[in-house]
């Protein structure tokens, strides 16, 4: 089965729309999505509109719990509290219905899913070994999926090592040399479809084949402009538009 991985949509349309475009392309037999529907972008209703049907598996993020009152954003940077503020005040009913039902953790397909780590699945970010190190051993999971850094990595267990792999567009390989990512412990971040942050402003979702035991990132354009306009329009802090262009 392929199960195409979407993360951290954040409220970004024109991001969603080219990357459900895409999926009509590569054409994974289902589609997750870690959370994180809404905040930083002018889109919330839509953006869960154009996917909560399409997707077999949706989790919560932090945005989606702050957006719904459920977590505090003392932790929140300003511009990111500008916007759950924001976006507090113009979920349609509907949508917070949807995302209130929504968890941070589950299973499917074999493949463990949470939004930000398996240890902590709201708040914690796996940028680096240590981390991923941690959560390797607290959990004795064999291919785990986060999002919530909007990078995508890849981290593999290599005997008593762990090692992170920034990840590019295209077929991972096996790092650690030559065989089958199968062979291997794995925990996957596909990047994020509305704000990717690792320098390349397309949007970022992945393809994971649980019979082939491989990783596929794609990497899709979408009409940036449109997405900043909105987001300027809704008053929302010019930051969060400018940073599209760059991808950071
Ligand atoms: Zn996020």
Request: glycine content about 10%; overall charge negative.
């Amino acid at each position: 089965m392929l199960i195409g991985l979407l993360s951290d949509p954040h409220a970004n349309l024109p991001a969603v729309e080219a990357v459900l475009t895409d999926v009509e392309t590569a054409a994974p037999d289902v589609l997750v999505c870690l959370g994180d529907f809404v905040g930083y972008g002018a889109q919330p209703n839509e953006v869960v509109e154009a996917l909560r049907d399409r997707c077999s598996v949706c989790l919560a993020g932090n945005h989606d719990l702050a957006a719904l009152g459920r977590l505090d954003v003392a932790a929140f940077n300003p511009f990111a509290a500008a916007s759950v503020a924001w976006t507090a005040d113009h979920l349609a009913g509907e949508t917070e219905r949807f995302l209130a039902g929504l968890g941070s953790r589950t299973q499917f397909e074999g493949i463990d899913l949470a939004h930000a780590s398996l240890r902590d699945p709201v708040n914690e970010y796996v940028f680096d070994e240590e981390i991923a190190q941690a959560n390797f051993d607290a959990d004795p999971f064999e291919v785990a999926v986060v999002g919530h850094t909007h990078v995508p990595r890849l981290f593999v267990q290599a005997g008593e090592q762990v090692l992170a792999y920034q990840i590019e567009e295209g077929l991972a390989t096996d790092p650690t040399g030559g065989g089958l990512l199968g062979k291997i412990r794995l925990l996957i971040n596909p990047g994020s479809i509305g704000q990717p942050r690792d320098g390349d402003p397309r949007a970022s979702w992945g393809i994971w084949d649980t019979e082939g035991r491989s990783l596929r990132l794609r990497r899709v354009w979408y009409d940036v402009e449109q997405a900043q306009s909105s987001i300027r329009a809704a008053g929302l802090p010019d930051l969060l538009a400018d940073r599209l262009a760059a991808g950071w």
